[in-house]
Nanobody, 120 residues
Framework: QVQLVESGGGLVQAGGSLRLSCAASGRTFTTYAMGWFRQAPGKEREFVAA?????YYADSVKGRFIISRENAKNTVYLQMNSLKPEDTAVYYC????????????????WGQGTQVTVSS
């Protein structure tokens, strides 16, 4: 069992930055792919970024967001720069055994989510 706890969300003006953190329990963190997804009101949950056998980004965030992981702390981060109002969503951390997958359906473990609001 893996438990995930996100932190770092908040309100920021367009063009600003935020860093999200996701702390994972368990001893097999290094063997898991870790992903960030987001869900805006009235929209489906969408892939943002992931690390696991490589680093992957959605086109909408490429060049602005950076995912990284610190295995010694069982933590994955999402550095979000040049934020836009359309980035407003609840951001979720997710984990799966094995390599990267882009579909949320492949991730059995989820955090509770953290709200990110970008004002124009």
């Amino acid at each position: 069992q893996v438990q995930l706890v996100e932190s770092g969300g908040g309100l920021v003006q367009a063009g600003g930055s935020l860093r999200l953190s996701c702390a994972a329990s368990g001893r097999t963190f290094t063997t898991y792919a870790m992903g960030w997804f987001r869900q805006a009101p009235g929209k489906e949950r969408e892939f943002v970024a992931a690390t696991g056998g490589g680093i992957y980004y959605a086109d909408s965030v490429k060049g602005r967001f950076i995912i990284s992981r610190e295995n010694a702390k069982n933590t994955v981060y999402l550095q979000m720069n040049s934020l836009k109002p359309e980035d407003t969503a609840v951001y979720y951390c997710a984990a799966k055994p094995g390599p990267f997958a882009g579909s949320s359906a492949n991730y059995p473990y989820w955090g509770q989510g953290t709200q990110v609001t970008v004002s124009s």
